[in-house]
């Protein structure tokens, strides 16, 4: 009997490890190169003083994990992974250093599949729908693949697990 306990550990510490090395490749990009980009552009402010603009930006609402100096340009293309939630916002700075409040924040949620600004039911039950659905299927879905796998499928629901109700 105790064999076959030592046996079974055994298989059970395995099968975590392979499927926990699954879910990282699932998860994560392996070529670790950003897989979509977005154009932020604003209105110039008209203050005489201006000096430039910083765009904030990361994965938490208001809450910016990267921030870049544009300098004086009003728009700027950022480079990030599709499968994080991307939020960001834009300042503006005077040549005595003072900084404007953030500006309207601009976000694309990953796993809000009916693109109504938040991670409900509404999107579980449409991933409830599409699942098993692969590339080539009439009714896939890229959005509803939040692993980009193409494949719609249990990892989908779990990164779905996660997010749900989160916006």
Known sequence: MKTYCKKTTLI????VLVFGFLW???VFPQSGTFDKTIKTTWNANK??????????????SKSYSYSIDVGMDTTKTINYFS???????????????N?????????D??????????????????LKYLQGRSLG????????????DTDINIIDWLLMKYE???Y
């Open 12 to 15: 059970c510490f395995v099968l």
């Open 24 to 26: 990282i490749q699932h």
């Open 47 to 60: 203050e005489p003083d201006l000096q430039g603009y910083i765009i904030y930006y990361g994965p938490e």
């Open 83 to 97: 499968n994080v939630d991307f939020f960001a916002a834009v300042t503006a700075y005077d040549s005595s250093g």
């Open 99 to 107: 900084e404007s409040a953030y500006s309207n924040e601009i976000f």
């Open 109 to 126: 949620i990953y796993a809000d599949i009916n693109c109504d600004s938040a991670v409900n039911i509404i999107d579980w039950e449409i």
């Open 137 to 148: 299927d009439p009714l896939y879905d890229p959005k509803a693949d939040l692993n980009k």
């Open 164 to 166: 749900l109700g989160r």
